[in-house]
């Protein structure tokens, strides 16, 4: 398998690496007019809502292109030059810890749905931007339709409607609800998008962990179950069967967003990029620059300066779940914050879970599930979905002591990953 893309996941999976120094971004808001600096997006993590990072990877900083001539290629030329100057000064310094990208990528990020969406393609594909931009646009759209956080939101008008009759949904939305309700089925409950209580008596909703007590706990256990939930495929129509029920779609969102935004470049003949929200969800369509697939490194979820390991996607996508940065430790231990809809109570024996499927949502789902589900469950279930691959990170030892992990692989065969440690 030839050097393809690095892009790997944080704290739940996914590490790209940072641009080098010297490479220009350039900032559009709606009106096309450039917005912030690169040295702003460097330093503050991400350009503002509503506004689109677009980035040619090997620029230099000296040499800001206009908007017209970035989009007709322009450019890609110059930055075609300066990269490989720059790769003549700098190649025998530079060390990494991952492998070096082989061919130069036009970038195109924007803030949505608390983290960084990116759009990458090889260099080549200018003409994509504009389509790009117009996918982003559509994932603040859906931002605007799922959110749990504002107050006009179609799903919190479904939360507080539905327990009083059939609330309409809107195509889309209910379709994924069919699918949220398919793989809560499929999965024996461990995905459950009603399970919403339980993150807030627990205060991960909040950022806010806490223990609860019994009677806060049965209380919301009561309010958690899909069998609760009835979806009228005829009126297209959602209710709920008792009060204090509610949906939230946390879980699945982010990967729902980057396959509706795979949907719109593949329409506007768009075959080869990779979509990653907030590097925890990726979807990859095409080859990749290398044309040996689009490559994804998984760090060690306690070493994670190291990589464990390394995934080639061909439209394919790929999720990873794991409580590494949202947790809190009560008498010694230590709760994250991926909860068991069964028992209420946080799961434990997986470090983290990734799962490749055919698109973001269900990876998303099922990352989330498996991560609650155990290694023996997760067996059973990609051996009677083929089309599902997945890898554990479990404690080597019980007790887990150390830093010492298992890798356990289901479904995926010997050229879609590589082990690159021992533990």
């Given at each position: 398998m030839?050097?393809?893309?690095q892009f790997?996941?944080?704290d739940?999976g996914l590490?790209?690496?940072?641009?080098?120094?010297?490479?220009?971004n350039?900032?559009?808001?709606?009106?096309?007019?450039a917005?912030?600096?690169?040295r702003?997006?460097?330093t503050?993590g991400?350009?503002?809502t509503?506004?689109?990072?677009?980035?040619m990877?090997?620029?230099?900083?000296?040499?800001?292109p206009s908007?017209?001539d970035?989009l007709?290629?322009?450019?890609t030329?110059?930055?075609?030059a300066?990269a490989?100057?720059s790769q003549?000064l700098?190649?025998a310094?530079t060390t990494?810890?991952?492998?070096?990208r082989?061919?130069?990528l036009l970038?195109?990020?924007r803030?949505a749905?608390a983290c960084?969406?990116e759009?990458q393609?090889?260099?080549g594909?200018?003409?994509?931007?504009?389509?790009?931009?117009?996918a982003?646009d559509?994932?603040?759209?859906?931002?605007d339709?799922?959110?749990?956080?504002?107050?006009?939101?179609e799903?919190i008008?479904?939360?507080?409607?539905?327990?009083?009759?059939?609330v309409l949904?809107?195509p889309?939305l209910f379709a994924?609800?069919?699918l949220?309700e398919?793989?809560h089925r499929?999965t024996g409950?461990?995905l459950?998008?009603t399970?919403?209580?339980?993150?807030?008596?627990?205060g991960?909703?909040r950022?806010?962990g806490r223990?609860?007590?019994?009677d806060?706990?049965?209380t919301?256990?009561?309010?958690?179950g899909?069998d609760?939930?009835?979806?009228?495929?005829?009126?297209?129509?959602?209710s709920f069967?008792?009060?204090?029920v509610?949906?939230?779609l946390?879980?699945?969102?982010?990967g729902?967003?980057?396959?509706?935004?795979a949907?719109l470049?593949?329409?506007r003949?768009?075959g080869?990029?990779?979509l990653?929200?907030g590097?925890s969800?990726?979807?990859?369509r095409?080859d990749g620059p290398?044309?040996?697939?689009?490559?994804i490194g998984?760090?060690?979820?306690?070493?994670?300066d190291e990589?464990m390991?390394e995934?080639w996607?061909h439209?394919?996508?790929?999720?990873?779940s794991g409580?590494?940065?949202?947790y809190?430790s009560?008498d010694?231990r230590r709760?994250?914050?991926?909860?068991?809809?069964?028992?209420g109570?946080?799961?434990e024996?997986v470090y983290?879970?990734?799962?490749?499927?055919p698109?973001?949502?269900?990876?998303?789902?099922?990352?989330?599930?498996?991560y609650?589900?155990g290694?023996?469950?997760?067996?059973?279930?990609?051996?009677?979905?083929?089309?599902?691959?997945?890898?554990?990170?479990c404690p080597?030892t019980?007790?887990?002591e150390?830093?010492s992990?298992?890798?356990?692989?289901?479904?995926?065969?010997?050229g879609?990953w590589k082990?690159?440690?021992?533990?």
């Amino acid at each position: 398998m030839g050097t393809a893309h690095q892009f790997d996941s944080e704290d739940n999976g996914l590490v790209g690496g940072a641009h080098p120094t010297g490479y220009s971004n350039r900032v559009y808001g709606p009106a096309g007019r450039a917005a912030i600096a690169a040295r702003d997006v460097a330093t503050y993590g991400a350009a503002p809502t509503g506004r689109s990072c677009i980035t040619m990877e090997g620029m230099t900083a000296s040499n800001h292109p206009s908007r017209r001539d970035f989009l007709r290629g322009k450019a890609t030329a110059d930055a075609l030059a300066d990269a490989l100057h720059s790769q003549q000064l700098d190649q025998a310094a530079t060390t990494s810890l991952f492998a070096p990208r082989s061919s130069l990528l036009l970038s195109v990020r924007r803030r949505a749905m608390a983290c960084e969406f990116e759009a990458q393609l090889p260099a080549g594909q200018e003409e994509a931007v504009e389509v790009v931009v117009e996918a982003l646009d559509l994932v603040e759209a859906l931002e605007d339709q799922m959110t749990v956080y504002r107050d006009d939101s179609e799903v919190i008008r479904i939360n507080r409607r539905a327990a009083d009759g059939p609330v309409l949904v809107e195509p889309h939305l209910f379709a994924l609800f069919q699918l949220a309700e398919r793989w809560h089925r499929e999965t024996g409950g461990a995905l459950d998008i009603t399970s919403g209580p339980l993150s807030e008596v627990w205060g991960f909703s909040r950022r806010a962990g806490r223990w609860p007590d019994d009677d806060e706990l049965a209380t919301a256990l009561a309010r958690v179950g899909m069998d609760q939930v009835e979806l009228d495929e005829t009126n297209r129509s959602i209710s709920f069967l008792r009060p204090g029920v509610s949906v939230n779609l946390n879980s699945i969102g982010k990967g729902y967003a980057l396959d509706r935004m795979a949907d719109l470049l593949a329409e506007r003949g768009v075959g080869d990029f990779l979509l990653h929200g907030g590097r925890s969800s990726v979807l990859a369509r095409g080859d990749g620059p290398a044309m040996s697939g689009w490559s994804i490194g998984l760090r060690h979820p306690l070493r994670p300066d190291e990589r464990m390991a390394e995934m080639w996607l061909h439209d394919q996508a790929l999720a990873t779940s794991g409580s590494g940065t949202q947790y809190f430790s009560h008498d010694g231990r230590r709760y994250g914050h991926l909860l068991d809809p069964h028992t209420g109570l946080p799961a434990e024996g997986v470090y983290t879970a990734t799962v490749i499927a055919p698109t973001a949502a269900e990876a998303d789902a099922l990352s989330t599930a498996f991560y609650i589900m155990g290694p023996e469950a997760v067996g059973r279930y990609c051996a009677s979905h083929p089309q599902v691959a997945a890898l554990l990170v479990c404690p080597a030892t019980e007790p887990p002591e150390g830093d010492s992990v298992r890798l356990l692989a289901f479904g995926l065969d010997e050229g879609q990953w590589k082990q690159l440690t021992d533990s």
